[in-house]
């Protein structure tokens, strides 16, 4: 099945709408499990960028539960926003494509980096803040793991 070049980043930068930092984690633990991107992504070969992806991802996921945990569309979100999705997105793009990559995944995660707010902010006023929270974690990282997993898998794989 061919899957167009920047479908990867494009999706991995919807992620970063929600959730920041799980774009970031997801390729640190595939990168820890042996995959490589396509792209180009040298910051996951020093120990301390991986790891600390991984920790900045666990992190936010508790971060988002505290009553004072700011909106994602507030500058700081955005620019954490922007930051991952490209990363995240260049990696996931073809070899040599990784600037079209970076902007497709920025392109995806601001815009609807808005209409995640407003979904999380309807599920909040009918089932609270925590219970909210963990359903939107438990999606965006089944997500984000889906989506790397399938843009590293190796091409003549069994599946």
Not at 145 to 154: K, N
């Amino acid at each position: 099945m061919k899957h167009p070049g920047l479908l990867f980043s494009a999706l991995i930068g919807a992620v970063a709408s929600a959730r920041s930092m799980t774009p970031m984690a997801s390729l640190a633990a595939a990168r820890l499990l042996g995959q490589r991107t396509p792209g180009r992504l040298v910051l996951l070969d020093r120990p301390l960028f991986t790891y600390g992806a991984l920790a900045m991802g666990v992190g936010e996921l508790f971060g988002d539960k505290m009553k004072t945990a700011p909106d994602r569309t507030v500058f700081l979100g955005l620019l954490a926003r922007v930051m991952s999705a490209g990363i995240a997105g260049a990696a996931l793009a073809p070899r040599d494509r990784e600037p079209a990559g970076a902007a497709a995944a920025v392109a995806t995660a601001v815009p609807l980096a808005y209409l995640t707010l407003a979904g999380r902010k309807r599920a909040m006023a009918r089932i609270g803040q925590t219970r909210s929270g963990l359903i939107e974690d438990a999606l965006i990282v089944t997500a984000g793991v889906a989506i790397v997993a399938l843009a590293v898998r190796p091409k003549n794989g069994w599946w």
